[in-house]
């Protein structure tokens, strides 16, 4: 079993023990998207997080040992053709070239960091539609000259 | 001529004339990643648009009439190899499964709509280094059952 | 076992057993081609739902229980290089940029969506050959401009 | 100039001389997605039909040649990465295999032919939003056993 | 046990038995291609053939059963690397426009159906080395003009 | 200019002047596929054969000395997306195969040269719909074992 | 087991036996290569031949079986990015051209047959380290020209 | 004008001059094969040799300044889709794997060199058909151990 | 004309005025590397930047404007398939691994700055030949953890 | 179990038991980042190391035998999108052509060898965050001229 293959376990656990993200969210003390984005195999766990977490979920001594397997953040982690990550890539699609020159512009030379980098998710209610939320915060780092 | 050219004859224009993109998004009344993406080539403009940038860039006839051809939304608007967008790109590797996950939680079977959507760019002081603060708004959609 | 699996079990089960599909969608009481997609894997099927396709198809608890696992709507879904799936490609490969070009004519700047959206497939008998009429209806949704 | 880029001259000229495709396709006698494809450079346009349409639109000999060159039915004719275009790709990824299997079952081994094939494009009003609606009416193919 | 892994033993079973493929070709009453191809995988195979052919080279009931599942006639068919496959497809390569050329010429804008289509397989006698020839027979379809 | 273009105006020289592929073999005395293949720029083409269907087509001479550049049989002489060509592969996907069983079972282990290698074009007359055939003859090589 | 998975552990027997490529290809009567590439699964092998080898270096009856597959020739036979094997793609992308344009000077138009081929492998001492050699030895073959 | 573009038209020169590639060898003191990769753009060329080639072919100053500009050793330098390339390409996928295990049992954990490389062509006579030799000759590196 | 173009340019006039990139290094007084990669199109010229260079390689008015546009740090900047960056790949699939392990004993969870980052060049003498040096210095960052 | 599987678990279970690398280099008498790329399966190990190794380790036999299995140093040994890894490829990417261009100058027509190759790792303390210094150390070797 991999951190992946573990990641699915917890999720359908989760669903099935009616536990919300932000419930486990508020077990390990951290945000709700860094804990997904653990959980779900992209983030280190560690031993007590993940005894945790087998615990609140019922994990099999199996799941919760995967759980603290290194994280895995390659391609591997998404499928870009799932409909919603398409959604987001045709957005960057979209935009990214705006985001470059505006970055370059506000900032100089240099980019928005992925590592030191935030993303919080929410729901805005909208009498059209609900709307989804997603703020992304990552540190300016400018190229090094030398 | 074709309008990502044209775009890259704006954005060079722009910095030459010492114009922001903010100044050209207050010129067409619009807001800056929309006026940004516009220029860029992947908006539609308007004639009446296209002639006002063109006179506060001292744009050629020829790049005008470019600006005003269908947007440019497909790939070759944006080199994901370019280090800006590939930061974005792995965030979203990171991060997209749990995006997908909090959606099915908090909304229920759907997507957030890439169409429906707006991004907004800002600068966040931060004593430890400034930050880039990315909101994107999309509507959620659910999947239709029939 | 996955979505996917599961529904080649249930496509063969089907088969095997005579039911047709119009008879399993009577039994959820959706449409023909909801149906379909879901039980193949590409829709949400609830507890209730599995469980009674499940009891008419003689499935085991384990493809009862895969069924309920989430969609699969990503490219392993479908085989596109399968002759019958390829003439569908083909045919938006020669008419798509029609379509483009007539949607933007009729609704302006936007698209037909993929998620508020229907197919309808039906058989049409014509003395030199019967005929596939498939029917897709998606809303339009206008690109928003802020 | 080849076919493709005769069509995307065609496509302009037609927008700013403010004659829509259907007028086109009275000229031609022909529907309005056979049409709109043929000029686009899907379909072969003879003598006659190429000068009609550029009396129609004022172009240039060139393109009025341009238009008679053999069609361009290969991938170069679509950006699949283009969000129109892409709606309908995703839409066959998650319906496909359904397609396939509601073939089997009503007609047998066979496929839907691209070819002896029709399209359609209309607009059907709807209160919570008008909804664009394709038919696609192909022949079906058995397949040969010998 | 899929239906390219039950070919891969049909073939196997076939060889060892000192049975040709025109034995089992006679005893399904079929061509010899057609009969090759069916039981390798890429035909419809039903109860009845599956039985006649597992008595015959005295395969086991899961190789039989996985002989009736529908036809895999996709990528997954052929590996095109493998020498003898590289030089049809190089054939192809080679003289493909021009078959193109000559189909326009001779039957008018459409295409060589691969549905109504039949392929023979044949040794000729040479002083300078026996020859292989394949012939393949397939229906001219007009483009649909309407 | 290329052979592939050299080849492009050929046969739109060829067309417009109502020559037939059948005559420009004729002229050359070769065989019809062999020509075409030759004119479009899959064969080599000498200075007396250049001339001769330059002279017939009222080519220039900057087409003419084209048409004797080495040929071009890689990849860009064909689009495998374009119909025509699409089908024949996937004809190739479907039976090739069962072509490598049978050859084995026939002439043992070897290959079906593309080189010491012919193709012919014939139409077919049928009631249900005239049929394309396409013969192709090519050595047997057996591999060599030392 | 496949031919790939036999030929791995006929490659790990050897060398834990002590037997070299060398004694295999006495045992067999063939070449140092050609053993080489039949028992690593490259080439047909007999039932004889996947006797003697199997006995000389104890293979489980399994292994002897699998040996006895059709041969592997596609590109599952090699990884292109092993180092070893990288440097000659490298020296062919190096020196490719040169080899044919030479091979058209000297034979005129054709291949080198890669089937009535053979390759033969030598260490040859130097004192500024010793050398490996290749020498590539194949038929010519001359297009047909018809 | 590049360095591949350079070497199409010394081929080109050469050809119709009527010297060989040997002629060329001698007139620049080196080997046949270097210099034919030289001249087609393998190699650096120095302004000596340059010009005595220019002067011997009868080349324009374009020309023999751009057979001084850096070689071109990467993809670009062959198609490897061309049918002499691409046997060479199935000879490795074939042997590759043979020639790895055989350098390591020989020589160790190293591999055969691509740049301290030779490359030599010839001819041999046979009364079934002459052969062309190709002798590849590299010194072997072992892997560093520190 | 564009940053890569120009930059070839550069390298060019550098080559044939006997200047070295130390020489240019001196001129911006910044590092060899970074002098060189900047010249190349990887890092921002500016106005001052540019003009000198352009005043001691006597470059065209067109190449110093060129040298002003933004840099060029996406795949199209670097031919992976060109030898030397190809050994440096090769390298990095090798040890790349090692990296990533180390990185992660040494520091945590995070990644070495391809942004705040050197890279310098030298050489090494060694009696056995001389060596290429190549120090990579990349400022840790760690993931952030919310 | 292969070779990289041997290596997940070794550095599975030197995390567990609290030996560093550094600690497993001293045992094998071998450098740190040598060490560790045999050890997770990219060098050679012979029976005496992998046995010390796994004594050290408590590792089963399996994975004793496992490390003795022939390096595995293609693509499979790196995941390229893993952000460790993205980030060296893009620093190549970025200053892979200044590489170039520095070797030619200083050193001439040549590579630097990835075999006869060493590569350190680093930690260098800085007080606005500590730096990763990774030594790339390769012998120059001059491409042959013969």
Redesign the interface.
């Given at each position: 079993m991999d951190r992946l293959e573990a990641?699915r376990i917890v999720?359908?656990a989760r669903h099935a023990a009616g536990v919300?993200?932000q419930d486990l969210a508020d077990e390990l003390g951290?945000?709700?998207?860094?804990t997904?984005?653990a959980l779900?195999g992209?983030?280190?766990v560690d031993a007590d997080q993940a005894a945790a977490v087998g615990e609140r979920l019922g994990l099999s001594t199996e799941v919760v040992e995967a759980l603290q397997?290194?994280?895995v953040?390659?391609?591997?982690?998404?499928?870009?053709?799932?409909?919603?990550?398409?959604?987001?890539?045709?957005?960057?699609?979209?935009?990214?070239?705006?985001?470059?020159?505006?970055?370059?512009?506000?900032?100089g030379?240099?980019?928005?960091?992925?590592?030191?980098?935030?993303?919080s998710?929410a729901?805005?209610s909208?009498p059209?539609?609900?709307?989804?939320?997603?703020?992304?915060?990552?540190?300016?780092?400018?190229?090094?000259?030398?």
């Open positions: 990641g999720a359908g919300s993200w951290r945000s709700l998207v860094w997904t984005s779900l992209q983030q280190p397997f290194p994280p953040r390659g391609a591997a982690a998404l499928d870009p053709t799932e409909p919603v990550a398409y959604r987001l890539q045709e957005a960057l699609q979209v935009y990214g070239r705006s985001i470059s020159e505006l970055l370059a512009e506000e900032f030379d240099g980019i928005m960091s992925a590592i030191d980098f935030e993303l998710f729901r805005r909208d059209k539609g609900d709307r989804v939320v997603l703020t992304l915060d990552g540190k300016f780092l400018p190229y090094r000259v030398w």
